[in-house]
């Protein structure tokens, strides 16, 4: 009886065994490594190719990295590595490119690789194998299998391959978008303003945070010609009861008061909108090149940065643009769509010491060192921890990254990876934490280090102890102490440049912070007007101290910007001086001179509050100021040559209020006198020709006749179309600017206007195309042309205006036909009749006899006379 319990409760057991024993041998069975198999190709190109040019090479898996590390691997994620290119060169010698590493998407793109000699050369590339790592699910380990390309051979030959060409830039009338292959116009006359920079008492508008506003990319006007005014808020003088002076126009170029803080991207500015004043109304989109509203958004969002991001993603690349926008209401930046104004996105967290606009510089710098991310918004910033009393204990300077943080803080390999994010369209909400790339300490100083500028080529921080006054009260004293302490960091890094380092100073003088840039910063001695320059890299003295050239007033405020290897530095004296960036030395100087009555200081003061802009070889000043009054008459907007300090152009305006943005061949500025935004820039034209159609023949002279006409946007505004309703004229470049302001500014219309030339041209019957003669149009815009035509047949007669630099050409075209004369008829000789003829005998011997008697009484009276 035991032994058959025995044996009962054994195969219970196996039973009951059994099933964990299968589970036993299947997970035994599943945990061996599985192997995959790889396939990998490689490219060249292009084939043939010509010795010194580059081959590009790329290799790529048939199966992308990323469908093998979806499992939670232990190093999920990783790419392929270790791959190599065999390249076997014409004379049988073999060399080896790499290691690469894959994609995510599985290929190396775009390896570059010069041949040096003609011939056949042969690329193979070699994966020796990979473990991808174990399933932390399955435990199940994957590797990868090794594998080898197909050779590839491509032909080397000694004439060089041609590239695409280049598009020329243009030379007839251009809006946006640039198309996308015209890629020597996007370097060359097209750009974006983004408004990274914060003028004073604006919130934004400045080119970026280093306040040169220099735009390297866009062409500049050279004339003063206008190509639309929009207005957008009360300007001018009110009329009516209210006394007409210097002092009763609008405010619209107060201070207090936010008018015109522009962006400018692909071909449309922003501005938000106070048309009140003080009301803020929202945002403004408007076409760059007619003026015209294209949407408006009404919300208490402030514009804050505009900004173009170039991607590159697992999926694909391009660029994006993005507008930025402050809410009050949050604390938080919000991210708009350009083209509609519609929200995307928002960023929240935003530390209150760059996101309340009305306390702290909202200055960023754009970043174009990532091939991947380029156009990335990049903040600085500094924080401190107090101790008792109010004593700094720590600080720090911190860096964000507007792409660390759209893509949740996951850039691989460094930021000139791939963003992995599918694409990049920005939805929902990211916290700007996630953004903080780095964070490094700052020396502990009294006073605490603060950021004084912003360069691609360093951060600057400096302390400025005071001779007197302490906390809130030294930061407004202007007798600076005997040395300030300066240090700098690298942008992208956050590693120490220099420092801090100590600057000797003159103590009791007060030092201003100028400019920077080109690895420079300058610093002027207000009281004595002498400049100084130091490098950004090492913080050593350059050079100075400079003695600039200005009268008294210039001492109380100066302006500067670096650009062209030159620093430039204007005041309210009415001065501007440039001075060499490595040697200090004066280049040139300018002044307008005496304003006589026109300005209570008898010259005509420059704005000082960064509104300048640099571009195209020209610095664009305007002359104004805040008060004493702000609007006295005969301002400008002066354009400076910036090698030679020659005046290239100047029109009437208030101008100085707000940055005058430069982008795609334009400059846009806001007048304070009227209220309006004016465009300047390059207009398009229109010829017309006529010609007699009948009655021509040739040895006769015909007169050809035609207009030539401005047809930019602000040809067809309602006081310009009614003041000249047969076509607003071009003029010369010569006449441009007393004609635009006569135009456009209600100012008296000169009496010594000229035109521009036109080239008349026929083709005759023969098919012979000639240029028969050229003339110049009136101040009407209206042109004559006598001439004979010298065979017969038909003619089409051409009309060129070439262009100015006011206005791209334009061409128009008639016909007449010209027919040979008439035969002159030789005269019929008349017969003579008998009766005639024996009248005319008689009549003529009539006549002699009558002679006859008359000479005998004549001859006989005189002989009777002689008798004695």
Known sequence: MQTKNRLIALALMIVLTAPMTMMIAQTSATTAP?????FLYVNASPSPVGVGQTVYITLFFTKPVTLLNYNNFINAGAALTNLKVNVIKPDGTNMTLGPYTTDTTGGVPAISWVP???????????????????????????????????????????????????????????????????????????????GMGRPGFDNTGGYDGSGNNFQPYSTAPT???????????????????????????????????????????????????????????????????????LWVKNTTDTLVYGQVITFHTVEEFGSQALLWVYNPSTGNYDILDPFTGNYMATVSNVPGNIANLFSTSTNALMDSTEPNCAGSILLYYTNDTYGPGGVVKAESLTMWNSSLCLVGGTIANGLSAEIYTGDFKPTGTYNFNIGIQWSVPVPVANPNFGISSETNQGILLTSSPYLIGAGMFAALSQYGGAYVDDIAYNPMTGAVLFGPTNQT????????????????????????????????????RLWGPTQLVGNGLSTLYSGGAIAYDQVYIWDIGGYVNAL?????????????????YNTPYGVYPNWVFDTQSIADGMLFLSEGRCYDPPLFPGGEKIALNC??????????????????????????????????????????????????????????????????????????????????????????????????????????????????????????????????????TTASGFYSFNWKPDISGNYTVTATFAGTQSYYGSSAQTAFYASNPAPTQAPTATPLSMTTTQNDIMYGVASIIIVIIVCVAVLAVLMLRKRP
Not at 130 to 147: M, P
Not at 516 to 540: N, P
Not at 657 to 673: C, F, H, L, T
């Open 34 to 38: 599985v192997n995959l198999p790889t």
């Open 505 to 540: 100073l003159q103590s009791g003088h007060n030092y201003n912070l100028l400019a920077a840039g080109e690895g420079v910063y300058v610093r002027l001695d207000k009281d004595t007007d002498q400049a100084y320059g130091y490098s950004l890299s090492t913080g050593s």
């Open 116 to 194: 040096t000699v003609v011939g056949n050369y042969t690329f193979q590339a070699v994966f020796p194998g990979q473990s991808l790592g174990t399933d932390q699910t399955t435990g199940i380990t994957y590797n990868v299998d090794s594998s080898t390309s197909p050779p590839v051979t491509i032909v080397v030959q000694q004439t060089p391959i041609s590239y695409f060409p280049n598009t020329p830039l243009p030379t007839s009338y251009w809006t946006t978008p640039i198309y996308a292959s015209n890629y020597y116009w996007a370097q060359s006359v097209g750009g974006n303003w983004y």
């Open 223 to 293: 004339t003063a010609h206008i190509l639309w005014t929009k207005l957008i808020t009360t300007g001018g003088q009110p009329g009516g009861e209210t006394p007409a002076n210097e002092m009763s126009s609008f405010a619209a170029n107060s201070p207090l008061y936010h008018t015109f803080e522009p962006i400018i991207l692909d071909g449309i500015l922003f501005y938000s909108w106070y048309p009140a004043q003080t009301d803020y109304a929202g945002i403004v989109a408007v076409d760059l090149f007619n003026g015209q509203t």
């Open 580 to 596: 060499n960036l490595t040697t200090g030395k004066i280049d040139w100087t300018w002044t307008r001179g005496s304003a006589g």
């Open 643 to 776: 090698y030679t300090g020659q005046e290239v152009w100047e029109i009437n305006g208030a101008f100085q209020r707000d940055v005058s943005p430069i982008a795609d061949g334009e400059m846009m500025g806001w007048n304070g006198y009227d209220g309006q935004i004016y465009g300047f820039g390059v207009g398009p034209s229109k010829t017309t020709v006529t010609a007699p159609d009948v009655g021509v023949i040739t040895d006769t002279p015909i007169t050809i006749t035609g207009t030539v006409t401005d047809i930019s946007a602000g040809a067809s505004q309602v006081a310009v179309a009614a003041n000249f309703p047969n076509g607003l004229p071009c003029v010369s470049d010569a006449s441009m600017t007393q004609f635009m302001e006569a135009v456009y500014e209600q100012q008296p219309m000169p009496t010594n206007v000229t035109g521009v030339p036109v080239t008349i041209s026929v083709l005759d019957s023969n098919g012979n195309y000639r240029t028969i003669g050229t003339t110049t």
